[in-house]
């Protein structure tokens, strides 16, 4: 390992080797320096080399769009371990550009999530709501996920300290006609196919797990009732 000046001096090195690639207009291996510069440096240097990876990307020919959101997520990332939340959500707002309008659902979500938290730290209510809002129409997400979405929604409209309307709220919709209720009596059949299986066979097969109504005994010494049904294997009919 190399120790702190063998370290800043390889740093210098690669920001040497970036300035010439960017001059032959080779950004696409520039950006890759930036990256493996930035894995050796601390978060708030870390931030600003990909930072400057992503702009690489964007300026390659033909741009490189999805490495250039992708850098620019991770170098937000970056910036809010260092404290920095306002570089944070402008590295992730210019990223929005690129997610938006695409299907990439669960980064547009990560994205808009993390700018709405941030901006709710730094006090500015108003514009966390408005990023909160486009995470809360997630049904590809998880229950759990759906749910901290939910719950930090609120508390930022709480914290707000007064009404606000919230317009347009991207709920799931309902399609009323297309919901049926069956009641199937406690039956569930394992296939269609189970379905056309007598009667007889499943009431045979079901005697055994029926509870039988309790009988009131003084005694111990009163005889157990004598069984009423015949002793069958239980098993289960119908295909998966």
């Known amino acids: 390992k ?17 300035e010439m690639l960017k001059a032959r207009d080779q950004y696409k291996e520039a950006a890759g320096v930036y990256f493996r510069i930035s894995n050796e440096e601390p978060s708030l240097h870390a931030a600003v080399m990909l930072e400057q990876a992503s702009n690489c990307y964007l300026l390659s020919k033909p741009p490189m769009l999805r490495k250039y959101g992708f850098h620019l ?8 371990i260092s ?17 938006k309008g695409n299907a990439w659902r669960y980064i547009n979500d990560h994205v808009h999530y993390h700018i709405g938290k941030w901006y709710a730290v730094l006090g500015i209510h ?15 997400q998880s229950i759990v996920t759906q749910e901290l979405f939910f719950r930090d929604f609120l508390q930022i409209v709480q914290k707000l300290g007064k ?15 297309s919901l049926k209720v069956i009641f ?27 509870p ?29």
């Open 2 to 18: 190399l120790g702190s000046s063998g370290q800043r001096n390889a740093t210098r090195c690669g920001l040497w080797w970036t």
């Open 73 to 80: 997520v991770l170098s937000g990332n970056r910036y809010y």
């Open 83 to 99: 404290d920095q939340r306002k570089h944070a959500i402008r590295a992730y707002r210019s990223a929005l550009s690129v997610y």
């Open 126 to 140: 108003d514009i966390a709501i408005k990023h909160m809002m486009q995470v809360l129409a997630c049904g590809h």
């Open 163 to 177: 009404t606000y309307e919230v317009f347009r709220l991207q709920l799931p919709v309902i399609n009323v006609p």
């Open 184 to 210: 199937e009596d406690h039956r569930t059949y394992a296939s269609s196919s189970a379905v056309d299986v007598k009667e007889g066979l499943w009431k045979s097969l079901e005697e055994d797990l029926v």
């Open 212 to 240: 039988s109504i309790p009988i009131m005994r003084t005694n111990w010494l009163e005889s157990q009732p004598k069984k009423k049904y015949k002793d069958l294997n239980i098993c289960v009919a119908g295909g998966m």
